[in-house]
């Protein structure tokens, strides 16, 4: 945590309904400041040296995962994009998170599914 009582917050999936819903939410707040809040390019977590990077950059205390592939249909016919959405940014942010101590929300899908 830093040394200001100011959280910094990463989101991953800003550019989503969630993430932009959470990022208005957290800019009324005093305590939390969005630091990738005015992101322009789409960023590609699923690729670890490139989630290091960015997340070094910014050096966040909290990150919050909202990115997902959540279409049933395009998920079954787009495997590799699912798995990458749904799993390898996971597995990335979980690593990250570890290695730097800092906490990680995983916001998951309200899908079910059956024994497959």
Do not use: W
Not at 82 to 106: E, P, Q, T
Request: glycine share 2%; with cysteine.
């Amino acid at each position: 945590m830093n040394k200001t009582n100011i959280t910094r917050i990463f989101i991953v999936g800003l550019k989503g309904y969630l993430g932009r819903s959470l990022n208005e939410k957290l800019k009324k707040n005093k305590k939390f400041v969005v630091v990738n809040s005015e992101q322009k390019r789409k960023i590609d977590f699923s690729n670890l040296s490139i989630s290091r990077k960015i997340l070094n950059q910014s050096n966040p205390d909290l990150i919050i995962n909202c990115a997902a592939k959540t279409n049933i249909d395009f998920c079954e016919k787009n495997k590799k994009i699912a798995y990458n959405s749904n799993a390898k940014i996971v597995r990335n942010l979980s690593k990250y998170c570890l290695n730097k101590d800092i906490k990680l929300i995983h916001i998951s899908t309200d899908h079910l599914y059956n024994n497959k």
